[in-house]
């Protein structure tokens, strides 16, 4: 752990570095500038001060000063844009090959699921040195997930996934918050991410978690029968519904005309508003399953229907 008098949190994550680096170029700009105007304020105020038997004279202009003042904030404002947007853009896109954690915020407590089973509480177990997605969103009230060891904080909204992805550069204990107010015990919304060995993460998984052996999807798989929806959705058939295996990824002609990419946010609106994006050529017969499960079961089916592979 970090040493109590440190001016940062813990470098752990391929982002930190970068973070920290902008920063300290946002304060140092910041400062460098705050101190020559307040020296610049007194050393005029001083030597131009009213004199007896000295008059003020008029300003002529100067262009090359003028230049020089627009072009000089011109320069540095656009390195803090480019070099601003390179950082996000590599923190928006996870890689391909990240590894997916579903995560739930929920006043007051963080559930994290890996796709293989385990759950966990307050408490997330990455392996050290691979890309880690976090699919994220809430039961009630917008949170904030924020690891200051990985530098990364992102807000997670009910009714939506958002998503983060953080690759963890040292094995270690780090601090995990709520950094979104969402009631009387937000301070308390806390817990750890535990960064393990490849091998220590797997003996984990095995071993690991609250809640069971079984991987998500075939938890999900489970729900699909028990809420009805193998009824209609036999999933290699286009029958009655629209055809699930291989869905997922592709993208999907509407009735409205349109097309979308059936992403996770996709199947989890279909499910919970079916007439919101219905599929070309077929009617809307899909009852709401809004109310009926929640936000992680939905993770589950969802998580069934990702692993519908079609036929060959
Ligand atoms: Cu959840 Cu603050």
Not at 139 to 147: A, G, K, Q, R, T
Not at 158 to 166: I, Q
Not at 297 to 310: G, I, P
Request: glycine share 8%; net charge neutral; charged share 15%.
């Amino acid at each position: 752990m970090s040493s109590p008098f440190s001016l940062l949190p813990e470098q752990a994550s391929t982002f930190a570095v970068g973070v920290d680096n902008i920063y300290f170029f946002l304060v140092a700009v910041s400062v460098f500038f705050t101190a020559l105007i307040a020296a610049l304020l007194i050393f005029f105020a001083v030597k131009y001060r009213r004199r007896p038997g000295v008059s003020s004279q008029p300003v002529g202009e100067d262009p090359l000063l003028e230049t020089l003042w627009l072009a000089i904030p011109f320069v540095i404002v656009m390195v803090m844009f480019v070099w601003g947007a390179v950082l996000y853009a590599q923190w928006a896109k996870p890689p391909q090959d990240s590894m997916t954690v579903y995560a739930v915020g929920k006043q007051w407590m963080w559930k994290f699921q890996h796709p293989t089973g385990p759950r966990e509480i307050n408490e997330l177990h990455v392996p050290v040195g691979v890309p880690v997605k976090l699919l994220m969103t809430s039961e009630d009230v917008i949170h904030s997930l924020y690891v200051p060891a990985f530098r990364v904080k992102t807000d997670v909204v009910p009714g939506r996934y958002s998503t983060v992805w953080f690759e963890a550069t040292q094995t270690g204990v780090f601090h995990l918050f709520c950094a979104e107010f969402c009631g009387s015990y937000h301070s308390q919304m806390t817990g750890r991410v535990v960064v393990q060995s490849p091998s220590d993460y797997e003996n984990w998984l095995v071993r690991g978690g609250t809640g069971g052996t079984a991987s998500l999807a075939s938890d999900g798989e489970q729900l699909f029968r028990s809420l009805g929806c193998a009824t209609c959705h036999v999933p290699d058939s286009e029958a009655r519904a629209p055809k699930l295996a291989g869905l997922f990824g592709k993208s999907v002609a509407l009735n409205s005309g349109r097309r979308v990419k059936a992403d996770e946010t996709y199947l989890r609106e279909s499910i919970l508003l079916p007439s919101a994006k219905v599929v070309q050529g077929y009617e809307t017969l899909m009852p709401s399953y809004q109310g009926q499960v929640n936000e992680e079961q939905l993770v589950q089916l969802v998580s069934y229907l990702k692993s519908l592979q079609e036929a060959p």
